[in-house]
């Protein structure tokens, strides 16, 4: 069947309408392409959010050998199926131990941690108030809940405290990350705990970017701020980034465990987590407990290569520098390539319009060399595109 609509009085039909959006994302400099990496890429890699180095260490690649080894390329099925494994029990433990919760529950991504999670706990009729400057996947579950969700500005505690206040609900989640991804910013997190406390609402905090770059040894924020373990408080995050492989937590108490084994769509409906990446995040969590002097050279070396761009001094591992035109960064991005660095380029939606940026990460196995290297060719490529 062949199906059109009309828009401003011309008939589209099907999936016509494809090609003038692809125009008119190009004209905005909002086009977005896809690039291969081979293996041996020599580029220097600020791009990443592998912020300890350790998606390549020779303990995690041969943990995530043994396991598919043992258990096959994928989990096969849904965790409730099949696809559990001795391996994502051992992890879900050590996880929860590292982390000082009660349990842990590990999903097949950080953004279905995120949007399984908050699911699971509001729907119609309950109320949740999103900080500005969460995660899409945080944003797509506030969507997907059906609840009445109120946006207050980013890391405004004030602003959270009179939504609650102002929306009576039945149920009240607070949502934010604790680290903002665009530009590393610590969020509140004590003051927003204080707050959900203070009007029965439960806090749900990502700390995506904050393993392994913040908190005692790594763990965080929330345990950074003496909450781990907090009652009404649920902690996200991902085996992604500072554990070098892939999948998602939600961490919390042993009930709150058993209600997204029963609730979470994202987790019911879901293949589990692939066994090789299991095994690689379980060797990683090991190296970054018995290695967490890689957590200070990470927030390191991020200063570093900020003081050397003249950046102001992070507060994790990720350095934002504003060009502000699309195309501008865009072409930063690309100079900086050509010159054999790696650096990542953030322009709308994923920012405000007006501020597209080069966004750096750092890793804990960068050299003062390669830092220094990097730092001289981003600032190149900056003058070079007129952004400095």
Known sequence: MVTSTTVTGVQQRGLSWLAGDAADRRAAGLHRELRARAAGDRLLNLASNDYLGLSTHPDVVAAAGVAAADFGGGAGASRLVSGTTGLHAALEAELADFFGTEAALVFSSGYLGNVGVIGALA????????????????IDGCRLSRAEVVVVDRGDVQAVRDALASHPARRALVVTDSIYSVDGAVAPIAELYGAAQDFGATLI????????VRGPGGRGIVAEQDLAGAPDLVVTTVLSKSLGAQGGAVLGSALLRDHLIDRARTFIFD?????AAVGAARAALRILRAEPERVDRTRAAARTIAQLLGAPEPEAAVVSLIVGDPDRAVRAAQLCRERGVLVGCFRPPSVPVGTSRLRLTVRADLTDDEIATAANHIDAALREVGAR
Do not use: F, Q, W, Y
Request: charged residues 15%; negative net charge.
């Open 271 to 275: 293949t589990g987590l692939a066994p």
């Open 205 to 212: 905090v990502d700390e995506a970017h904050a393993l392994g």
């Open 123 to 138: 729907g119609r009729g309950d109320l949740i108030v999103s900080d500005a400057g969460s995660h899409a996947s945080l």
